[in-house]
Protein backbone atom coordinates (compact mmCIF):
# COMPACT_ATOMS: atom_id res chain seq x y z
CA UNK A 1 0.00 0.00 0.00
CA UNK A 2 0.95 3.29 -0.94
CA UNK A 3 2.65 5.61 1.81
CA UNK A 4 0.06 8.44 1.09
CA UNK A 5 0.59 10.54 4.24
CA UNK A 6 4.19 10.73 3.67
CA UNK A 7 3.65 11.98 0.21
CA UNK A 8 1.50 14.34 0.83
CA UNK A 9 3.04 15.65 4.14
CA UNK A 10 6.60 16.32 2.01
CA UNK A 11 4.47 19.07 -0.78
CA UNK A 12 2.65 21.97 0.38
CA UNK A 13 -0.01 22.83 1.66
CA UNK A 14 0.16 19.54 3.57
CA UNK A 15 3.52 19.68 5.08
CA UNK A 16 2.08 22.05 7.52
CA UNK A 17 -0.89 19.35 8.48
CA UNK A 18 0.22 17.27 11.64
CA UNK A 19 0.54 13.76 11.46
CA UNK A 20 -3.13 12.24 12.57
CA UNK A 21 -4.99 15.08 10.10
CA UNK A 22 -2.77 13.46 7.47
CA UNK A 23 -3.57 10.14 8.61
CA UNK A 24 -7.15 11.31 8.29
CA UNK A 25 -6.66 12.48 4.88
CA UNK A 26 -4.90 9.82 3.90
CA UNK A 27 -7.90 7.60 4.79
CA UNK A 28 -10.14 8.35 1.97
CA UNK A 29 -7.74 9.68 -0.62
CA UNK A 30 -8.16 7.50 -3.84
CA UNK A 31 -5.92 6.35 -6.04
CA UNK A 32 -6.48 7.62 -9.72
CA UNK A 33 -4.44 5.99 -13.22
CA UNK A 34 -4.40 7.77 -16.15
CA UNK A 35 -3.02 6.75 -19.53
CA UNK A 36 -0.35 9.39 -21.57
CA UNK A 37 -3.26 11.70 -23.67
CA UNK A 38 -6.34 10.87 -21.11
CA UNK A 39 -8.82 13.59 -20.39
CA UNK A 40 -8.91 13.85 -16.15
CA UNK A 41 -11.47 16.92 -17.05
CA UNK A 42 -12.78 18.89 -19.70
CA UNK A 43 -12.69 22.50 -19.87
CA UNK A 44 -15.89 24.28 -18.99
CA UNK A 45 -17.61 21.19 -17.19
CA UNK A 46 -17.62 20.22 -13.41
CA UNK A 47 -17.64 21.90 -11.09
CA UNK A 48 -15.42 19.29 -9.76
CA UNK A 49 -16.05 17.49 -6.79
CA UNK A 50 -12.31 16.70 -6.02
CA UNK A 51 -8.69 18.19 -5.12
CA UNK A 52 -5.91 16.63 -7.20
CA UNK A 53 -2.35 15.85 -6.32
CA UNK A 54 -0.10 14.49 -9.22
CA UNK A 55 1.73 11.21 -7.96
CA UNK A 56 3.69 10.42 -10.16
CA UNK A 57 3.72 11.82 -14.04
CA UNK A 58 3.00 15.20 -14.69
CA UNK A 59 -0.30 16.84 -15.74
CA UNK A 60 -0.79 19.00 -18.64
CA UNK A 61 -3.24 22.16 -18.54
CA UNK A 62 -4.62 23.66 -21.41
CA UNK A 63 -6.99 26.39 -22.45
CA UNK A 64 -9.02 26.00 -25.51
CA UNK A 65 -6.26 23.81 -26.81
CA UNK A 66 -3.35 25.70 -25.96
CA UNK A 67 -0.76 24.27 -23.41
CA UNK A 68 -0.48 27.01 -20.47
CA UNK A 69 1.36 24.54 -17.33
CA UNK A 70 3.09 21.21 -16.96
CA UNK A 71 2.22 20.00 -13.56
CA UNK A 72 4.68 17.57 -11.94
CA UNK A 73 4.38 15.32 -8.82
CA UNK A 74 3.06 16.88 -5.80
CA UNK A 75 1.02 19.80 -7.38
CA UNK A 76 -2.23 20.38 -6.81
CA UNK A 77 -5.29 21.42 -9.54
CA UNK A 78 -8.95 21.55 -9.87
CA UNK A 79 -9.14 23.50 -6.25
CA UNK A 80 -10.50 26.28 -8.31
CA UNK A 81 -14.02 25.11 -9.19
CA UNK A 82 -14.12 22.85 -6.41
CA UNK A 83 -14.07 25.51 -4.23
CA UNK A 84 -15.98 27.95 -6.49
CA UNK A 85 -18.62 25.91 -7.47
CA UNK A 86 -17.81 27.16 -11.04
CA UNK A 87 -17.16 25.29 -14.38
CA UNK A 88 -13.55 24.51 -14.65
CA UNK A 89 -11.99 26.86 -16.66
CA UNK A 90 -9.07 24.51 -18.31
CA UNK A 91 -8.27 21.07 -19.62
CA UNK A 92 -6.28 18.66 -17.71
CA UNK A 93 -4.66 16.01 -19.54
CA UNK A 94 -2.13 13.16 -18.49
CA UNK A 95 1.06 14.42 -20.19
CA UNK A 96 2.46 10.99 -19.76
CA UNK A 97 1.19 7.49 -18.05
CA UNK A 98 0.30 9.68 -15.20
CA UNK A 99 -0.88 8.66 -11.37
CA UNK A 100 -2.84 11.31 -9.09
CA UNK A 101 -4.56 11.47 -5.46
CA UNK A 102 -8.13 12.30 -5.46
CA UNK A 103 -9.19 13.94 -2.48
CA UNK A 104 -12.62 14.64 -1.53
CA UNK A 105 -14.45 18.26 -1.26
CA UNK A 106 -14.97 18.38 2.55
CA UNK A 107 -12.31 16.78 3.74
CA UNK A 108 -9.93 19.89 2.33
CA UNK A 109 -13.41 21.86 3.23
CA UNK A 110 -12.13 20.83 6.68
CA UNK A 111 -8.53 21.92 6.16
CA UNK A 112 -9.12 25.49 5.32
CA UNK A 113 -9.63 26.22 8.67
CA UNK A 114 -6.00 26.23 9.19
CA UNK A 115 -4.59 29.79 8.14
CA UNK A 116 -1.28 27.80 6.27
CA UNK A 117 -3.66 25.81 4.05
CA UNK A 118 -5.99 28.66 3.30
CA UNK A 119 -3.31 31.16 2.03
CA UNK A 120 -1.50 28.50 0.22
CA UNK A 121 -4.72 27.49 -1.80
CA UNK A 122 -5.70 31.02 -2.16
CA UNK A 123 -2.39 31.89 -3.35
CA UNK A 124 -2.08 28.92 -5.88
CA UNK A 125 -5.33 30.21 -7.70
CA UNK A 126 -4.49 33.39 -7.71
CA UNK A 127 -1.45 32.67 -9.17
CA UNK A 128 -1.51 29.91 -11.58
CA UNK A 129 1.76 30.36 -13.80
CA UNK A 130 -0.45 30.61 -17.24
CA UNK A 131 2.38 31.95 -18.99
CA UNK A 132 1.84 31.38 -22.60
CA UNK A 133 5.21 31.60 -23.72
CA UNK A 134 8.80 32.85 -22.88
CA UNK A 135 8.50 35.94 -24.69
CA UNK A 136 6.02 37.74 -22.26
CA UNK A 137 6.67 38.99 -19.26
CA UNK A 138 5.45 37.35 -15.71
CA UNK A 139 1.75 38.83 -14.78
CA UNK A 140 1.57 41.21 -11.94
CA UNK A 141 1.14 38.68 -8.95
CA UNK A 142 -3.01 39.07 -8.18
CA UNK A 143 -2.19 38.51 -4.90
CA UNK A 144 -0.70 41.64 -4.42
CA UNK A 145 -2.33 43.72 -7.11
CA UNK A 146 -5.66 45.53 -5.83
CA UNK A 147 -8.72 43.87 -6.91
CA UNK A 148 -9.97 46.87 -8.58
CA UNK A 149 -7.45 45.89 -11.38
CA UNK A 150 -8.61 42.58 -11.56
CA UNK A 151 -11.86 43.82 -12.59
CA UNK A 152 -12.77 42.70 -16.33
CA UNK A 153 -16.11 42.74 -17.07
CA UNK A 154 -18.73 45.95 -15.48
CA UNK A 155 -21.77 43.81 -12.88
CA UNK A 156 -24.63 43.32 -14.28
CA UNK A 157 -27.25 45.31 -12.46
CA UNK A 158 -31.15 44.75 -11.81
CA UNK A 159 -33.78 46.37 -9.93
CA UNK A 160 -35.51 44.62 -7.03
CA UNK A 161 -38.83 44.18 -8.61
CA UNK A 162 -36.96 42.46 -11.84
CA UNK A 163 -38.55 38.88 -12.21
CA UNK A 164 -36.35 36.46 -11.20
CA UNK A 165 -36.89 34.65 -14.93
CA UNK A 166 -35.73 37.81 -16.84
CA UNK A 167 -32.82 38.29 -14.43
CA UNK A 168 -31.83 34.65 -15.58
CA UNK A 169 -32.19 35.59 -19.25
CA UNK A 170 -29.97 38.57 -18.55
CA UNK A 171 -27.39 36.70 -16.88
CA UNK A 172 -27.76 33.42 -19.66
CA UNK A 173 -27.01 36.21 -22.39
CA UNK A 174 -23.97 38.00 -20.55
CA UNK A 175 -22.44 35.04 -19.21
CA UNK A 176 -23.12 36.17 -15.86
CA UNK A 177 -22.60 33.97 -12.51
CA UNK A 178 -24.17 36.54 -10.85
CA UNK A 179 -26.56 39.62 -10.78
CA UNK A 180 -26.48 42.53 -8.29
CA UNK A 181 -29.46 43.93 -6.88
CA UNK A 182 -30.51 47.30 -6.55
CA UNK A 183 -33.22 47.56 -3.13
CA UNK A 184 -33.47 51.93 -2.46
CA UNK A 185 -29.97 52.37 -0.42
CA UNK A 186 -29.19 48.52 -0.22
CA UNK A 187 -27.25 46.16 -2.77
CA UNK A 188 -28.22 42.82 -3.38
CA UNK A 189 -27.06 39.61 -4.82
CA UNK A 190 -28.09 36.55 -6.78
CA UNK A 191 -25.94 34.23 -7.88
CA UNK A 192 -26.52 31.81 -10.15
CA UNK A 193 -26.17 28.92 -7.58
CA UNK A 194 -29.25 31.17 -5.52
CA UNK A 195 -31.18 30.07 -8.93
CA UNK A 196 -30.29 26.76 -8.53
CA UNK A 197 -31.57 25.99 -4.66
CA UNK A 198 -33.68 28.99 -3.94
CA UNK A 199 -35.37 28.51 -6.87
CA UNK A 200 -35.33 25.15 -9.40
CA UNK A 201 -34.71 23.21 -6.04
CA UNK A 202 -37.62 25.36 -3.81
CA UNK A 203 -39.99 25.79 -6.11
CA UNK A 204 -40.08 29.31 -5.79
CA UNK A 205 -42.06 30.83 -8.74
CA UNK A 206 -39.68 32.60 -11.95
CA UNK A 207 -41.90 35.44 -11.79
CA UNK A 208 -41.31 36.67 -8.15
CA UNK A 209 -39.07 39.57 -7.89
CA UNK A 210 -35.81 39.27 -7.05
CA UNK A 211 -35.79 40.80 -3.83
CA UNK A 212 -37.60 37.36 -2.82
CA UNK A 213 -34.31 35.01 -3.01
CA UNK A 214 -31.79 37.62 -3.17
CA UNK A 215 -28.61 38.02 -0.38
CA UNK A 216 -28.84 41.35 0.99
CA UNK A 217 -27.29 43.16 2.05
CA UNK A 218 -24.23 42.03 -0.14
CA UNK A 219 -20.77 41.86 1.34
CA UNK A 220 -18.86 44.38 -0.84
CA UNK A 221 -15.09 45.20 -0.63
CA UNK A 222 -13.18 48.51 -1.53
CA UNK A 223 -11.11 48.69 -4.85
CA UNK A 224 -7.69 49.16 -2.78
CA UNK A 225 -7.98 45.83 -1.22
CA UNK A 226 -5.10 43.59 -2.05
CA UNK A 227 -6.32 40.63 -4.38
CA UNK A 228 -5.12 37.63 -2.05
CA UNK A 229 -7.28 39.17 0.70
CA UNK A 230 -10.23 39.18 -1.03
CA UNK A 231 -9.73 35.55 -2.07
CA UNK A 232 -9.01 34.75 1.45
CA UNK A 233 -12.16 36.21 2.41
CA UNK A 234 -14.05 34.80 -0.12
CA UNK A 235 -13.68 31.74 0.82
CA UNK A 236 -13.67 32.31 4.89
CA UNK A 237 -17.19 33.38 4.16
CA UNK A 238 -17.97 30.26 1.96
CA UNK A 239 -19.17 33.00 -0.85
CA UNK A 240 -17.73 32.97 -5.18
CA UNK A 241 -18.93 36.55 -5.79
CA UNK A 242 -17.97 40.05 -4.09
CA UNK A 243 -19.09 43.35 -5.43
CA UNK A 244 -15.89 45.91 -5.66
CA UNK A 245 -17.55 49.17 -5.17
CA UNK A 246 -15.18 51.32 -6.97
CA UNK A 247 -16.31 50.07 -9.85
CA UNK A 248 -20.08 49.95 -9.14
CA UNK A 249 -19.66 53.30 -9.22
CA UNK A 250 -19.55 53.82 -12.43
CA UNK A 251 -22.14 50.64 -13.63
CA UNK A 252 -24.27 54.09 -14.83
CA UNK A 253 -23.73 57.00 -16.55
CA UNK A 254 -25.60 60.59 -16.69
CA UNK A 255 -27.43 59.98 -20.25
CA UNK A 256 -25.65 63.33 -21.92
CA UNK A 257 -25.34 63.13 -25.82
CA UNK A 258 -22.22 64.01 -28.22
CA UNK A 259 -24.48 66.86 -29.58
CA UNK A 260 -24.99 69.25 -26.62
CA UNK A 261 -28.57 67.06 -25.75
CA UNK A 262 -30.06 64.48 -23.55
CA UNK A 263 -29.84 60.55 -24.74
CA UNK A 264 -33.01 59.81 -24.86
CA UNK A 265 -35.46 56.07 -25.60
CA UNK A 266 -35.57 56.19 -29.64
CA UNK A 267 -38.43 53.61 -29.93
CA UNK A 268 -41.55 52.86 -28.14
CA UNK A 269 -43.77 54.50 -25.58
CA UNK A 270 -40.58 56.30 -24.03
CA UNK A 271 -39.40 58.02 -27.63
CA UNK A 272 -38.64 60.69 -26.73
CA UNK A 273 -38.21 60.28 -22.79
CA UNK A 274 -35.41 60.29 -20.24
CA UNK A 275 -35.42 58.30 -17.54
CA UNK A 276 -34.43 60.49 -14.52
CA UNK A 277 -34.16 58.42 -11.96
CA UNK A 278 -31.94 55.55 -13.74
CA UNK A 279 -29.83 58.54 -15.67
CA UNK A 280 -29.68 61.17 -13.45
CA UNK A 281 -30.32 60.01 -9.50
CA UNK A 282 -28.98 56.34 -10.16
CA UNK A 283 -25.23 57.63 -10.81
CA UNK A 284 -24.94 59.79 -7.87
CA UNK A 285 -26.41 57.67 -5.22
CA UNK A 286 -23.61 54.77 -6.67
CA UNK A 287 -20.82 57.21 -6.52
CA UNK A 288 -21.63 58.11 -2.93
CA UNK A 289 -22.17 54.40 -1.77
CA UNK A 290 -19.09 53.72 -2.72
CA UNK A 291 -17.22 57.03 -1.38
CA UNK A 292 -19.24 56.98 2.16
CA UNK A 293 -17.88 52.96 1.89
CA UNK A 294 -14.78 53.85 1.26
CA UNK A 295 -14.98 56.29 4.07
CA UNK A 296 -16.27 54.01 6.67
CA UNK A 297 -19.80 55.26 6.49
CA UNK A 298 -21.91 52.18 5.55
CA UNK A 299 -24.99 53.55 6.26
CA UNK A 300 -26.76 56.84 5.84
CA UNK A 301 -28.96 59.12 3.00
CA UNK A 302 -26.79 59.72 -0.03
CA UNK A 303 -26.11 63.43 1.01
CA UNK A 304 -24.98 62.30 4.47
CA UNK A 305 -22.66 59.77 2.69
CA UNK A 306 -21.06 62.28 0.54
CA UNK A 307 -20.34 64.71 3.21
CA UNK A 308 -18.68 61.72 5.18
CA UNK A 309 -16.53 61.33 2.01
CA UNK A 310 -15.97 64.77 1.68
CA UNK A 311 -14.77 64.63 5.09
CA UNK A 312 -12.42 61.50 4.97
CA UNK A 313 -11.17 62.99 1.83
CA UNK A 314 -12.31 60.20 -0.28
CA UNK A 315 -14.19 63.09 -2.36
CA UNK A 316 -12.52 66.26 -2.95
CA UNK A 317 -14.78 69.37 -1.58
CA UNK A 318 -15.32 70.43 -4.92
CA UNK A 319 -16.40 66.83 -6.09
CA UNK A 320 -18.42 66.16 -2.99
CA UNK A 321 -20.55 69.52 -3.57
CA UNK A 322 -21.06 69.22 -7.15
CA UNK A 323 -22.78 65.88 -6.44
CA UNK A 324 -25.00 67.30 -3.85
CA UNK A 325 -26.29 70.05 -5.66
CA UNK A 326 -26.74 67.89 -8.46
CA UNK A 327 -28.47 65.37 -6.35
CA UNK A 328 -30.46 67.80 -4.97
CA UNK A 329 -31.75 69.34 -8.19
CA UNK A 330 -32.27 66.21 -9.91
CA UNK A 331 -34.33 64.98 -6.96
CA UNK A 332 -36.54 67.90 -6.60
CA UNK A 333 -37.12 67.97 -10.66
CA UNK A 334 -38.25 64.26 -10.17
CA UNK A 335 -40.86 64.78 -7.08
CA UNK A 336 -42.09 67.83 -9.35
CA UNK A 337 -42.80 66.10 -11.79
CA UNK A 338 -44.28 62.94 -10.01
CA UNK A 339 -46.96 65.54 -8.36
CA UNK A 340 -48.11 66.76 -11.75
CA UNK A 341 -48.58 63.81 -12.96
CA UNK A 342 -50.82 62.86 -9.77
CA UNK A 343 -52.76 66.02 -10.15
CA UNK A 344 -53.27 64.92 -13.61
CA UNK A 345 -54.56 61.18 -12.37
CA UNK A 346 -51.64 59.34 -13.85
CA UNK A 347 -49.43 57.31 -12.36
CA UNK A 348 -46.55 58.45 -10.96
CA UNK A 349 -43.20 57.39 -13.15
CA UNK A 350 -39.69 58.83 -14.00
CA UNK A 351 -39.93 59.12 -17.43
CA UNK A 352 -39.28 62.97 -18.98
CA UNK A 353 -39.95 64.68 -22.56
CA UNK A 354 -36.89 67.16 -21.67
CA UNK A 355 -38.97 69.54 -24.24
CA UNK A 356 -41.56 69.43 -21.88
CA UNK A 357 -39.25 71.96 -19.26
CA UNK A 358 -38.49 74.95 -19.06
CA UNK A 359 -35.44 76.75 -20.43
CA UNK A 360 -33.66 76.92 -16.99
CA UNK A 361 -34.61 73.82 -15.29
CA UNK A 362 -33.77 72.36 -19.00
CA UNK A 363 -30.52 73.90 -18.47
CA UNK A 364 -29.91 73.04 -14.90
CA UNK A 365 -30.31 69.60 -15.59
CA UNK A 366 -28.25 69.25 -18.75
CA UNK A 367 -25.20 70.79 -16.63
CA UNK A 368 -25.87 68.44 -13.56
CA UNK A 369 -25.94 65.38 -16.19
CA UNK A 370 -22.39 66.77 -17.00
CA UNK A 371 -21.06 67.88 -13.97
CA UNK A 372 -21.83 64.13 -12.85
CA UNK A 373 -20.42 62.57 -16.13
CA UNK A 374 -17.28 64.75 -14.94
CA UNK A 375 -16.85 63.12 -11.63
CA UNK A 376 -17.03 59.58 -12.86
CA UNK A 377 -14.77 60.63 -15.91
CA UNK A 378 -12.59 61.43 -13.09
CA UNK A 379 -12.47 58.47 -11.12
CA UNK A 380 -12.32 55.95 -14.09
CA UNK A 381 -9.26 58.10 -14.83
CA UNK A 382 -7.59 57.45 -11.89
CA UNK A 383 -8.59 53.98 -11.66
CA UNK A 384 -6.54 53.07 -14.49
CA UNK A 385 -3.88 55.02 -13.92
CA UNK A 386 -3.64 53.02 -10.20
CA UNK A 387 -3.80 57.01 -8.70
CA UNK A 388 -7.32 55.72 -6.69
CA UNK A 389 -8.08 52.55 -5.52
CA UNK A 390 -11.11 53.21 -3.33
Sequence with gaps: MEDIDSFLGSHPPFDGVGADELARVAAVTEIEAFPRGKTIFSEGTGPVEYLRVVRAGSVEV?????????????????????????????????????????????????????????????????????????????????????????????????????????????????????????????????????????????????????????????????????????LLDMLERGIHHVPVLSRFALQFRPPTGFLRDFVVEHSGERRGQLDIKRGGLTPI?????????????????????????????????????????????????RLDHQVEQLRRGEVPGDFIDPKTLNPLPRSYLKEAFRAVASVQTGLATELSLGIRWG
Design 62 to 230: LHEGQVLDLLGPGELFGHASMLSGLPTGFEARAAEDTRCYRIPADVVGALLARPDFLRFIARSILSGRAAAGPERAPPVDPVQCRVAALIRTPPLLCPASEPIREAAKRMTAEGASAVLVQAGQMLGIVTDRDLRSRVVAAGASPDAPLAAIMTAPAYTVRGDVPGGDV
Design 285 to 333: VDLARWAGMSAGAAGGSTVDRLRAAEAAGTLDSADARTLREAFGFIFSL
